[in-house]
């Protein structure tokens, strides 16, 4: 007979397996662990005081000198030590990754006078971390530990300890590194993100470091590295016909002609859309000037705009091609919504 009282281990109620199908016990088992850590995070977040504050200004010195953050770690932590200076380094504070035991065979050179180390170790008693510090201490360099035991060694010989408040690991042994790794690794965030709004760091210095992914494309590119030019696209006076802007725009493969002044100003577009309106209704159409039937005063977009601005322009006013003007208002070019997808703006 099955006991009705569900079973308890580390406080979480323990549903019997005789009780629901494997896949809905695993279910339940993904919620328990994503609840241990979200509890971590969570006492993590609460123990946020004076300290972080404080190693928020140390690092701000430290990259003001300029000089860099190394972070260090060893076991699972080595590799929240990477994640957290990726992080730093990709948002603008230069930063670099330690290998504890490979620094007392010669990379301790990574480290110089002016930067500050980071050290990652939930325990505090991690016999490669400690063996580290007295060099470090050489050196001249303040150490910035992350530890759950505030009053470990580690924490002892720091400058500055913020606290990695994990009560339990999602491990059910308590021992592979879980929750502790996770609450780390978020309050490196934390210091990176604080670091960034500190320094003023914008979109733009963002996009300078991505240069070659989709942050770069969609924050650097400009309308003047995409639009068409002349002589591809289609370009008539005020004073052509429809049949002008016709062969205009075969001849430049074009979907639409521009209609420009003397002075070369926008004044107007007409499309393949435009022409299909008019074939029926309209007399004559081929020798109609080509003011009579195109849509004045077209939505543009400037040269110096972000590229990803036009996409918006195309969603919003459904249309397929796009004007583009210099700082004078004169025509520079235009954009194609069919060359979107080949330029991975879309």
């Given at each position: 007979m099955?006991?009705?009282?569900?079973?308890?281990?580390?406080?979480?109620a323990?549903?019997?397996?005789?009780?629901?199908?494997?896949?809905?016990?695993?279910?339940?088992?993904?919620r328990?662990?994503l609840?241990?850590?979200?509890?971590?995070?969570?006492?993590?977040r609460?123990?946020?005081g004076?300290?972080?504050?404080?190693?928020?200004?140390?690092?701000?010195?430290?990259?003001?000198?300029?000089?860099?953050?190394?972070?260090?770690?060893?076991?699972?932590?080595?590799?929240?030590?990477?994640k957290?200076?990726?992080?730093l380094?990709?948002?603008?504070?230069?930063?670099?990754?330690?290998?504890?035991?490979?620094?007392?065979?010669?990379?301790?050179?990574i480290?110089?006078?002016?930067d500050?180390l980071?050290?990652?170790?939930?325990?505090?008693?991690?016999e490669?971390?400690?063996?580290?510090?007295?060099?470090?201490?050489?050196?001249?360099?303040?150490?910035?530990?992350?530890?759950?035991c505030?009053?470990?060694?580690?924490?002892?010989?720091?400058?500055i300890?913020?606290?990695v408040?994990?009560?339990?690991?999602?491990?059910?042994?308590?021992?592979?590194?879980?929750?502790?790794?996770?609450?780390?690794?978020?309050?490196?965030?934390?210091?990176?993100?604080?670091?960034?709004?500190?320094?003023?760091f914008?979109r733009?210095?963002?996009?300078?470091?991505?240069?070659?992914?989709?942050?770069?494309?969609?924050?650097?590119?400009?309308?003047?590295?995409?639009?068409?030019?002349?002589?591809?696209?289609?370009?008539?006076?005020?004073?052509?016909?429809?049949?002008?802007?016709?062969?205009?725009?075969?001849?430049?493969?074009?979907?639409?002609?521009?209609?420009?002044?003397?002075a070369?100003?926008?004044?107007?577009?007409?499309?393949d859309?435009?022409?299909r309106?008019?074939?029926?209704?309209?007399?004559?159409?081929?020798?109609?000037?080509?003011?009579?039937?195109?849509?004045?005063?077209?939505?543009?977009?400037?040269d110096?705009?972000?590229?990803?601005?036009v996409l918006?322009?195309?969603?919003?006013?459904q249309?397929?091609?796009?004007?583009?003007?210099?700082?004078?208002?004169?025509?520079?070019?235009?954009?194609?919504?069919?060359?979107?997808?080949?330029?991975?703006?879309?």
């Amino acid at each position: 007979m099955i006991d009705p009282a569900p079973a308890f281990r580390d406080g979480i109620a323990m549903t019997s397996s005789a009780e629901k199908p494997a896949a809905y016990q695993h279910l339940d088992h993904a919620r328990r662990v994503l609840d241990v850590e979200i509890e971590a995070l969570q006492r993590t977040r609460d123990a946020l005081g004076d300290a972080f504050e404080q190693a928020i200004v140390l690092m701000l010195e430290t990259i003001a000198r300029p000089a860099k953050i190394v972070v260090t770690g060893v076991g699972k932590n080595l590799s929240i030590a990477e994640k957290i200076s990726a992080t730093l380094a990709s948002t603008g504070s230069t930063s670099v990754v330690l290998n504890p035991v490979q620094a007392m065979h010669g990379d301790l050179g990574i480290l110089a006078a002016g930067d500050v180390l980071l050290a990652l170790s939930f325990s505090g008693t991690s016999e490669e971390i400690l063996t580290l510090i007295p060099a470090v201490r050489r050196l001249g360099v303040p150490v910035i530990s992350m530890t759950g035991c505030p009053d470990s060694p580690l924490a002892a010989c720091s400058e500055i300890v913020l606290p990695v408040v994990v009560d339990r690991e999602a491990c059910p042994f308590n021992m592979a590194p879980t929750a502790s790794t996770t609450a780390t690794l978020a309050l490196g965030d934390a210091l990176a993100m604080v670091l960034l709004e500190a320094r003023g760091f914008k979109r733009d210095d963002y996009a300078k470091l991505h240069p070659a992914g989709a942050i770069g494309r969609t924050l650097l590119t400009r309308v003047a590295d995409i639009m068409r030019k002349p002589p591809h696209i289609a370009v008539v006076s005020i004073d052509a016909t429809v049949q002008d802007a016709i062969l205009a725009m075969t001849h430049a493969k074009s979907g639409s002609a521009c209609v420009v002044d003397d002075a070369n100003q926008l004044k107007g577009i007409f499309t393949d859309g435009d022409l299909r309106r008019h074939l029926t209704g309209t007399p004559d159409l081929l020798t109609r000037p080509i003011t009579s039937v195109m849509t004045r005063d077209p939505i543009r977009v400037a040269d110096d705009q972000l590229a990803v601005d036009v996409l918006k322009l195309f969603e919003r006013h459904q249309i397929d091609d796009l004007p583009v003007v210099n700082a004078q208002g004169n025509l520079a070019g235009c954009v194609d919504i069919q060359d979107l997808p080949r330029l991975k703006i879309l």
